[in-house]
């Protein structure tokens, strides 16, 4: 644990104090979002200091030129950056003309900031006192609405405490915005009108190249002593700024107050020629909820999501904050209404990673999505890559592949490649197992199998194709190999044969001619126009099988595990344990060379995979290579706790698998991995979310049947969730002494407990000995 | 072979014709250079057209900052590059007004260029017609002073054949200049004063951040028919450019020229307030030279450099071409005055790579400067090493290593490591042996062991020091094993056993320490300061042998060879004899990860080894390694076929060696690799001398004598070589029917033919049946 600032709380993220150091961390962690738009918790006065300014839209992105030190046949020309946006939340604030910065101010007291997660706002008190010795008590609140999801509103009060003062507001919009994450120093935005009405104001721009048009609008209502009033504002107007100027005199202990309504509007969904004429739309509703009305609304919204979403844990309010600040986040990153989003890596808290969509979504996020909202949401993360299966092909095709062999790209935004290393790029290809797996993973707990015939089986097709033709034979051998990859474990890299890499492999081949013959039998039309389309042969199908028939597997007799990949035992096998913990994290201690050559595991990889196909293997199997592996085992990967923690929960290994759960359910708020300031880790909080269904819930799908064999760790009381399973409600409910399920609707439900079936009656709460 | 415009000649490089797709490739081919500087062959005049301009100065580099898409702990902050310097060489000229310029003229013709490399000088002639209809003949030659080698010079005539006209030559200083090679468009140069005085001009200017102080300096005289006449110019000055104009009327058939004076002086060899006056000095001598004064002097000393270092081919126009243009070349670019100079890649004549110094060094070029120089100009390439073990050891220490251990880096200028490549920089580390290597090979060479104590063994010792860390136990195979590394074969990376390495690092500590021995019995006061200075321990030596004596060296029983490195075998072997012609190069058509779980070699790897440790194999076992391996070579590297051409010398496979000959000494002239227009190959150029001597002359030193077994082409009618063997000059010529030897001197000298000892008395050919 890096940090311990964060106040434990079982509904909101608290910070008490003013830390200048704090400010780029907290920024992160009070981010907030609402699946279309986000922002950084960067304040709205001027702040002079250390921070890092970040205001998001999603699915608006700049293809930034590749920049590398050696340039390697087949990389991309061009790295989609998720894109800084204009920002809207600005609000100059000045006390006698003196320019409200609690970087140089003279005193800061009371600092309070709240992340409501229940109700989904951010809120920042102080009392400020300045150069000018003036002291102001300032409260702030700001959400994003989730219904109105293009609009956000501000409410910002200053009272003058020890004297009287003038004080001056000027909300503004800003469009000169630049990225941290940049190649060049390109310039990002081309501002293209900058207009007002009223107390409205607009600023029309669009990105460079990608040509995202948007506008970015505000409104704003001043207050004394919370009575509207009417002051005539000045207004300054530049290329690409725009702000108004509301003066007001007021006797100490007067409250001045601003409501700023903003946001944008951006052209996929409204003609790029409307964008001011539906910013004053939404700025009309806006106006006419005020932002109380909002804000009622807001909590609505929010407690409608926690009704189905919520995980609560009695007796350990650092574990009850951790879950929901996980659930919190993923909510206001992805909520599925738009099939062209997804999931970023650090949804809208920063700009690192770039692109949007890495095998995160598939491996970590489809699980929680699918569980805790309409099954519509999973299913059009799906359609996400069964669209960009064109680019898939021709990502293929790039790097020598023919015939409709398809490899999703590392990281994309629309498709293309957006990542340049080639050991990742090139190499890191197990990313289109987890595709395949994913559709599999769907119609196991949805038992929707129409997508598979209607999308999924040409996606399937074509990462079956690239299986057979990445397999090269070893005459040596006499099996197939995969040689030079890289595995979940990119702590190596160009590795022969990572067993995780070729089990997946030869599944997905299997998997593929399974539905291939399923398809065939009972969705004859689809089969042909597939068949037609996809030029499949009985040859190639047999191609395929004898790759899959004849894949290698390392495997050490003497220890009876799996080998992570061929020579995985000349290593020093110095455990985690026995390392100096001055060494630690290596990722920022070593050199590559050292860490590649060392039995360090970033993230869980021969356990992957014994995690995605656990019924392959026996539980003794499990704990053999569990023992195996996790002792060199560093979890330097947001991604790895989670399932370790799963797989402990499994091997009724409970106070391992607790403290895997809090580090991958704080990794952000305890700062595990000294980088919170870049932003949060979004997607690995799913995985949070698995550890507790799957893990203490050991929730899994059998017979297609829900199947549970709930364990709590002992710091708990107890703890709940909630699943949507085929379009029924069903609330688990885990204590010590039983496990209570409550079933919504109208039908039963049957269902296994420690493999022993049960059936649910609705409405009623079935309690089960735990 | 790519390109086939150069005219086969003994003693020249000439093109004929003008073709401006061929001109970037011409500039490299015609570079010229005297160890100190070296240009490229740029055109003097004006010239529109595709041009790659590169005037270079020795040692005066840039520590460009590094520019990487992902950072790695471990890589350097900067990189030093090779540095494009001021133009001393331009001469704009106009007639009537209208600027001469070979890309925008009506037209071109009886363009003539020729790099005389008997002699030493640059020319070009041509006949253009100009836009205005006026043609002209132009005559321009260019040589660098070998002497006084801060100076050039250039004659340069124009006359208007079809009509009198007025024309006017402008010579300039040009320090605006910027690098092809650039990583974020810095200014390398910060010019300090531009100054004039007479017909001299001077541009006085420092490079950014490293400091180096140059003055770059010219000195005019124009000429009417040959007889110098008096112009007053008009001078146009500005912040970093200086120009002469010197115009005249002529009647048509008269000739109009001009001498230009000029070069740098740099603050390496004056102080930096002094080099305007330094410059002056050198003007001064140069003309009291004169043109022709100057011209005497370079044809003789190139006459020196061939005495010792020309190889003649009989019967064989194109070979002998190809050998004396390396040769040629090498001397242009280093010629052993200054030990903290040493030979970069490209030397003059091109900006790629940076850096100046590369493991080249060692493995291929001190044998050829062993052979032709003075014995002191190889012990000053080992002195460089010497002089950098500081920061090899720090260096080492960067990436992990401690207790005196010595990394060299991979590419270097003053020591410190300048690429950023994870797996070059981290992971290329064989590049460590060949720097001990090279120590063997001069003590082998020159009976001169003084080095060892005085210098040599401290670095041996660091050396050995890093192998010993570097190597880990795997207790799988009980061996010491070697995780991790890029061999010589760049088309590998982070492979485990590399066959070259470990045998190289196992050589390393055996010698390290039989040297630790031999200077404990014979050179007591040395070893104590030596030990002192190290603290080397008995224990630590232990620890040594312990890891020399159990090194694992990959090795097939089937195939009985040893393995490039592990898995090796698991490859889809298909020889480039069966691969499709339109997949090569590979490295231009295959994206990385293809290209490295390809069975195809870049260059030698195992062939390396056993080309160094030669009296350790067999020639049966030599015969199965090159069988094996050289059928997957696809040669990439200009390091490869030189090795290969010696190897299957020695097998008497003469058709084979022959090919090899040729691609290594026409690489550059036929342009291979497609590459020359980026400048040419000059280290490799040693590894042509390599093939002939050590190949086809079968040149050895065997119980310290020298020893050869005379081949030949059947192309051939017959080829000479001359050597310098501890300071007695042998020349040897070889035909098919005999062998001679000459010898200079008084001694006679004992040596080896075909394994006969022979006595060879001075100034008598000796004749041996072939």
């Given at each position: 644990?890096?940090?311990?600032?964060?106040?434990?709380?079982?509904?909101?993220?608290?910070?008490?104090?003013f830390?200048t150091?704090?400010?780029?961390?907290?920024?992160?962690?009070?981010?907030?979002?609402?699946?279309?738009?986000?922002?950084?918790?960067?304040?709205?006065?001027?702040y002079?200091?250390?921070?890092?300014?970040?205001?998001?839209?999603?699915?608006?992105?700049?293809?930034?030129?590749?920049?590398?030190?050696?340039?390697k046949?087949?990389?991309p020309?061009?790295?989609?950056?998720?894109?800084?946006?204009?920002?809207?939340?600005?609000?100059?604030?000045?006390?006698?003309?003196?320019?409200?910065?609690?970087?140089?101010?003279?005193?800061?007291?009371?600092?309070?900031?709240?992340?409501?997660?229940?109700?989904?706002?951010?809120?920042?008190?102080?009392?400020?006192?300045?150069q000018?010795?003036?002291?102001?008590?300032?409260?702030?609140?700001?959400?994003?609405?989730?219904?109105?999801?293009?609009?956000?509103?501000?409410?910002?009060?200053?009272?003058?405490?020890?004297s009287?003062?003038?004080?001056?507001?000027?909300?503004?919009?800003?469009?000169?915005?630049?990225?941290?994450?940049?190649?060049?120093?390109d310039?990002?935005?081309?501002?293209l009108?900058?207009?007002?009405?009223?107390?409205?104001?607009?600023?029309?721009?669009?990105?460079?190249?990608?040509e995202?048009?948007?506008?970015?609008?505000?409104?704003?209502?001043?207050?004394?002593?919370g009575?509207?009033?009417?002051?005539?504002?000045?207004?300054?107007?530049k290329?690409?700024?725009?702000?108004?100027?509301?003066?007001?005199?007021?006797?100490?202990?007067?409250?001045?107050?601003?409501?700023k309504?903003?946001?944008?509007?951006?052209?996929?969904?409204?003609?790029?020629?409307?964008?001011?004429?539906?910013?004053?739309?939404?700025?009309?509703?806006?106006?006419?909820?005020?932002?109380?009305?909002?804000?009622?609304?807001?909590?609505?919204?929010?407690?409608?999501?926690?009704?189905?979403?919520?995980?609560?844990?009695?007796?350990?309010?650092?574990?009850?904050?951790?879950?929901?600040f996980?659930?919190?986040?993923?909510?206001?990153?992805?909520?599925?209404?738009?099939?062209?989003?997804?999931?970023?890596?650090?949804?809208?808290?920063?700009?690192?990673?770039?692109?949007?969509?890495?095998?995160?979504?598939?491996?970590?996020?489809?699980?929680?999505?699918?569980a805790?909202?309409?099954?519509n949401?999973?299913?059009?993360?799906?359609?996400?890559?069964?669209?960009?299966l064109?680019?898939a092909?021709?990502?293929a095709?790039?790097?020598?592949?023919?015939?409709?062999?398809?490899?999703?790209?590392?990281?994309?935004m629309?498709?293309?490649?957006?990542?340049?290393?080639?050991?990742?790029?090139?190499?890191?290809?197990?990313?289109?197992?987890?595709?395949?797996?994913?559709?599999?993973?769907?119609?196991?707990?949805?038992?929707?199998?129409s997508?598979?015939?209607?999308?999924?089986?040409?996606?399937?097709?074509?990462?079956?194709?690239?299986?057979?033709?990445?397999?090269?034979?070893?005459?040596?051998?006499?099996?197939?190999?995969?040689?030079?990859?890289?595995?979940?474990?990119?702590?190596?890299?160009?590795?022969?044969?990572?067993?995780?890499t070729?089990?997946?492999?030869?599944?997905?081949?299997?998997y593929?001619?399974?539905?291939?013959?399923?398809?065939?039998?009972?969705?004859?039309?689809?089969?042909?126009?597939?068949?037609?389309?996809?030029?499949?042969?009985?040859?190639?199908?047999?191609?395929?099988?004898?790759?899959?028939?004849?894949?290698?597997?390392?495997?050490?007799?003497k220890?009876?595990?799996?080998?992570?990949?061929?020579g995985?035992?000349?290593?020093?096998?110095?455990?985690?344990?026995?390392?100096?913990?001055?060494?630690?994290?290596?990722?920022?201690?070593?050199?590559?060379?050292r860490i590649?050559?060392?039995?360090?595991i970033?993230?869980?990889?021969?356990?992957?995979?014994?995690?995605?196909?656990?019924?392959?293997?026996?539980?003794?199997?499990?704990?053999?290579?569990?023992?195996?592996?996790?002792?060199?085992?560093?979890?330097?990967?947001?991604?790895?706790?989670c399932?370790?923690?799963?797989?402990a929960?499994?091997?009724?290994?409970m106070?391992?698998?607790?403290t895997?759960?809090?580090?991958?359910?704080?990794?952000?708020?305890?700062?595990?991995?000294?980088?919170?300031?870049?932003?949060?880790?979004?997607?690995?909080?799913?995985?949070t979310?698995?550890?507790?269904?799957?893990?203490?819930?050991?929730?899994?799908?059998?017979?297609?049947?829900?199947?549970?064999?709930?364990?709590?760790?002992?710091?708990?009381?107890?703890?709940?969730f909630?699943?949507?399973?085929?379009?029924?409600?069903?609330?688990?409910?885990?204590?010590?002494?039983?496990?209570?399920?409550?079933l919504?609707?109208?039908?039963?439900?049957?269902?296994?407990?420690d493999?022993?079936?049960?059936?649910?009656?609705?409405?009623?709460?079935?309690?089960?000995?735990?």
């Amino acid at each position: 644990m890096n940090q311990d600032y964060i106040k434990p709380d079982n509904w909101s993220i608290i910070e008490e104090g003013f830390d200048t150091s704090r400010v780029k961390s907290s920024e992160s962690l009070f981010s907030i979002g609402n699946g279309a738009m986000g922002q950084r918790a960067n304040f709205e006065e001027t702040y002079s200091g250390p921070t890092f300014q970040g205001s998001y839209i999603a699915g608006v992105y700049y293809p930034d030129k590749t920049r590398v030190g050696w340039w390697k046949n087949g990389y991309p020309e061009y790295f989609a950056k998720v894109l800084n946006a204009p920002n809207w939340i600005g609000i100059n604030v000045s006390i006698n003309n003196e320019t409200l910065d609690l970087f140089t101010c003279k005193a800061v007291k009371d600092f309070r900031r709240e992340l409501n997660m229940k109700e989904g706002w951010l809120s920042r008190s102080f009392k400020a006192t300045l150069q000018n010795n003036i002291e102001i008590q300032v409260k702030a609140k700001r959400f994003l609405c989730l219904e109105l999801d293009e609009v956000g509103a501000i409410h910002y009060e200053v009272t003058p405490i020890n004297s009287d003062a003038s004080i001056t507001f000027k909300p503004y919009l800003d469009a000169g915005i630049t990225n941290e994450d940049t190649n060049w120093d390109d310039k990002f935005w081309d501002v293209l009108k900058v207009s007002n009405e009223g107390n409205q104001a607009f600023i029309e721009a669009k990105t460079m190249k990608t040509e995202f048009h948007t506008c970015t609008f505000m409104q704003s209502q001043v207050f004394v002593n919370g009575n509207a009033i009417n002051i005539s504002p000045d207004i300054l107007k530049k290329d690409n700024f725009i702000a108004y100027s509301y003066s007001k005199n007021l006797k100490a202990g007067e409250r001045f107050a601003i409501e700023k309504f903003g946001g944008y509007i951006v052209d996929r969904n409204y003609d790029k020629t409307k964008l001011v004429e539906a910013s004053k739309s939404v700025l009309g509703k806006a106006e006419t909820l005020g932002f109380s009305g909002l804000l009622k609304m807001q909590v609505q919204a929010w407690a409608n999501i926690w009704d189905m979403a919520d995980i609560t844990i009695h007796g350990d309010v650092k574990a009850q904050q951790g879950i929901r600040f996980n659930i919190f986040q993923l909510n206001q990153t992805y909520l599925g209404k738009d099939s062209r989003l997804n999931i970023g890596p650090k949804g809208f808290t920063g700009e690192k990673y770039g692109g949007s969509t890495y095998w995160d979504t598939e491996a970590y996020c489809i699980p929680f999505y699918m569980a805790t909202k309409n099954q519509n949401v999973a299913r059009s993360l799906l359609e996400y890559r069964y669209n960009h299966l064109e680019r898939a092909i021709e990502n293929a095709n790039k790097l020598g592949f023919t015939n409709g062999a398809a490899l999703y790209p590392m990281v994309t935004m629309n498709g293309e490649e957006c990542h340049n290393e080639w050991e990742i790029t090139f190499e890191e290809i197990h990313r289109n197992g987890a595709i395949a797996f994913a559709i599999y993973n769907y119609y196991r707990y949805t038992n929707d199998y129409s997508y598979i015939p209607e999308k999924g089986l040409e996606v399937l097709i074509g990462i079956a194709r690239f299986w057979q033709q990445r397999a090269t034979f070893s005459t040596d051998k006499n099996k197939y190999v995969i040689l030079g990859v890289t595995g979940p474990n990119e702590y190596e890299n160009n590795v022969n044969n990572n067993w995780y890499t070729n089990y997946l492999a030869k599944w997905c081949i299997k998997y593929a001619i399974e539905n291939i013959k399923k398809v065939e039998a009972e969705y004859y039309t689809d089969f042909i126009r597939i068949m037609t389309k996809t030029s499949l042969s009985e040859s190639e199908l047999n191609s395929w099988k004898e790759v899959a028939d004849n894949m290698y597997f390392p495997y050490s007799e003497k220890h009876d595990v799996y080998l992570q990949q061929d020579g995985f035992l000349d290593k020093e096998l110095v455990t985690v344990a026995d390392l100096d913990q001055a060494q630690r994290p290596i990722n920022q201690k070593w050199s590559w060379d050292r860490i590649l050559r060392s039995p360090y595991i970033k993230q869980a990889d021969v356990l992957q995979g014994f995690y995605f196909f656990e019924d392959d293997f026996s539980k003794e199997q499990l704990e053999k290579h569990f023992d195996f592996y996790e002792p060199f085992t560093v979890h330097e990967s947001s991604l790895s706790p989670c399932v370790h923690s799963i797989q402990a929960a499994k091997l009724d290994r409970m106070e391992q698998a607790y403290t895997f759960y809090l580090r991958t359910s704080r990794l952000d708020l305890d700062d595990y991995n000294k980088e919170v300031h870049e932003g949060l880790h979004i997607t690995s909080m799913a995985g949070t979310w698995m550890s507790i269904v799957e893990g203490f819930g050991g929730m899994r799908i059998k017979n297609s049947m829900l199947s549970f064999t709930p364990k709590i760790p002992k710091q708990w009381e107890g703890y709940s969730f909630k699943i949507n399973f085929r379009n029924q409600i069903l609330k688990v409910n885990v204590s010590h002494d039983e496990t209570k399920f409550e079933l919504e609707g109208n039908e039963s439900m049957e269902l296994l407990v420690d493999d022993n079936l049960q059936v649910i009656e609705p409405n009623n709460i079935e309690n089960v000995s735990g």
